[in-house]
């Protein structure tokens, strides 16, 4: 029986002189939350990037064991 449902992730891309490494870890957690760690200069993109993550998991489906 599974008790505890955890992952870990990392990819990179590049384009031209922009690199992006994104790491994604999961914890069991009653609420979805999301902590995104970036540069300050890039912080003005944080509400965006998260509304983004919050529209993708409406639009997959989610399977508990």
Known sequence: MIV?????GRGKAED???KV???MKTVNHRFCEF???M???LM???????KKQVNIL????LNYL
Do not use: A, F, N, W
């Open 39 to 41: 540069p300050r200069q």
């Open 44 to 50: 003005i993109l944080e509400e965006k990037v998260k």
């Open 21 to 23: 490494t994104v790491e």
């Open 35 to 37: 902590i995104i760690r």
């Open 58 to 61: 409406e639009e997959e489906e």
């Open 16 to 18: 031209g002189d922009t």
């Open 4 to 8: 505890s449902m955890t992952g870990y």
